[in-house]
């Protein structure tokens, strides 16, 4: 009994996250934002890459103002070069990458008819491509430490299809054949690989969407809401902590249920 007491204590006062070091792709804004703030607060060492320069420092001054550390590069993830300097600074800077989170995600909506050539690429640039570009370039140095977890960010419309978003389901369904291929591959060295697919959650993504289809969208999903960004910056942490070390290849969904 005692010795379960001070378990307990002891786990309440382990920070999750302490002394990893996290790159967070698209970390300016959304689920990005907050998991960045998240895994500061859980002790982490914080690398924002974003285009988004002033999100991505009005951000780490908020993980600043709550004691947590936390730097910014201006990334581009779909730009090779860009990114393996960026992934050298932060080794040089940090001596160790933990965890990559390929969070950074864009839409550009359109039905199969009206979707411009340029429409497709953009969103296969940024979604797929980037999380390969970044991948390649950080996997390296989780090899020649023997460990690390890179956590990809897929989503339900890659797991079902979505009106409008070919380009969009063709990303987030491949970010999931790569994912698995990455697990095996980098299983040796000890890094896991997994997907989080979220449902629809409230962010800036979906602020276009009209009241009425949010509210079909909540009538549909068993748990009838919304997912927020907590509700992701949660599968992250968990795929990124301690416990989750057996846990690679898996697609965790965090949706309410409205994929079953
Ligand atoms: P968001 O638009 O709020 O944030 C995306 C961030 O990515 C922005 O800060 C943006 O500047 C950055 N970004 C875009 N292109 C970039 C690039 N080339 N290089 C670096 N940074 C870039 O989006 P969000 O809603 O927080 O979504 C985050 C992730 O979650 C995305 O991958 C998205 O597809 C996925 N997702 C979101 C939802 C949702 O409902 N919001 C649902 C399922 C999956």
Redesign the pocket.
């Known amino acids: 009994m005692v010795a379960r007491y001070f378990h307990a204590a002891l786990t309440l006062h382990m920070k999750r996250a302490q002394d990893k070091v996290v790159i967070i ?8 934002r907050v998991s960045a703030l998240r895994f500061a607060a859980e002790g982490a060492t914080v690398v924002i ?4 320069a002033a ?1 991505a420092e009005a951000t780490c001054a908020e993980i600043a103002a709550q004691g947590g550390q936390a730097v910014a590069a201006v ?4 730009q090779p070069e860009q990114v393996a300097a960026a992934a050298q600074a932060v080794h040089d800077q940090f001596g160790r990458i933990d965890v990559l989170i390929n ?5 550009r909506d359109a039905t199969l008819r009206k979707m411009t050539l340029a429409q497709w690429q953009q969103v296969l640039d ?2 797929l491509t ?1 999380v390969f570009i970044c991948t390649q370039a950080v996997a390296p140095f989780m090899e020649a430490q023997g460990s690390g977890r890179i956590i990809n ?5 890659g797991l079902y299809g979505n009106f409008g978003q070919a380009n ?1 389901a063709a990303t ?1 369904a491949g970010l999931i054949g790569l994912t698995k291929t990455l697990a095996r591959e980098l299983g040796k060295y000890s890094i896991t690989v997994n997907a989080v697919a ?4 409230a ?4 602020d276009s969407i009209p009241e009425k289809v949010i509210d079909m969208l909540k009538s549909r999903t068993p748990l009838r809401r919304l ?1 927020t ?1 907590e509700d ?1 910056a949660s599968a992250y942490l968990f795929l990124a902590s301690d416990e989750a070390g057996f846990i690679s290849g898996a697609v965790l969904s965090v949706d309410g249920a409205v994929t079953i």
Request: aromatic share 6%; proline share 5%.
């Open positions: 792709t698209g970390g300016a804004s959304g689920i990005g890459w974003d285009i988004d999100r990334v581009n993830t779909t969070n950074a995600g864009i839409t940024v979604n980037g960010t897929s989503s339900v419309v969009y987030k979220p449902g629809f959650i962010t800036d993504m979906i997912g960004p992701i």
